[in-house]
Nanobody, 119 residues
Framework: QVQLVESGGGLVQAGGSLRLSCAIS????????MGWYRQAPGNQRALVAT???????NYADSVKGRFTISRDSAKNTVDLQMNSLKPEDTAVYYC?????????????WGQGTQVTVSS
């Protein structure tokens, strides 16, 4: 059973920073893609950032230039550095692990971590 454990969420003022981390319970493998998604109340879960096995990253337009995704294959972790946070970034953030690439199942999800940005 693959487990993903997120950490680093919390309450921060607008303009502040947070760093989210996701630890995967097994060797992530050479083909794995990782990602962060978020879901605000009343909204669908939406992509924040992804990173492929070769290190290619992709970001939602709303976070470009403010957020940075990184992965450490040796530690089986994926992080999300969030700077210049805005109240609209408030959501539950979920880590996603895809052992065989971005679009190939299976997909594994963490339990989510709350990020709240106050104005």
């Amino acid at each position: 059973q693959v487990q993903l454990v997120e950490s680093g969420g919390g309450l921060v003022q607008a303009g502040g920073s947070l760093r989210l981390s996701c630890a995967i319970s097994r060797n992530i493998g050479s083909l794995a893609a990782m990602g962060w998604y978020r879901q605000a109340p009343g909204n669908q879960r939406a992509l924040v950032a992804t990173i492929t096995s070769s290190g290619i990253s992709n970001y939602a337009d709303s976070v470009k230039g403010r957020f940075t995704i990184s992965r450490d294959s040796a530690k089986n972790t994926v992080d999300l550095q969030m700077n210049s946070l805005k109240p609209e970034d408030t959501a539950v953030y979920y880590c996603k692990y895809s052992p065989y690439g971005l679009t190939m199942e299976p997909f594994y999800w963490g339990q989510g971590t709350q990020v709240t940005v106050s104005s």
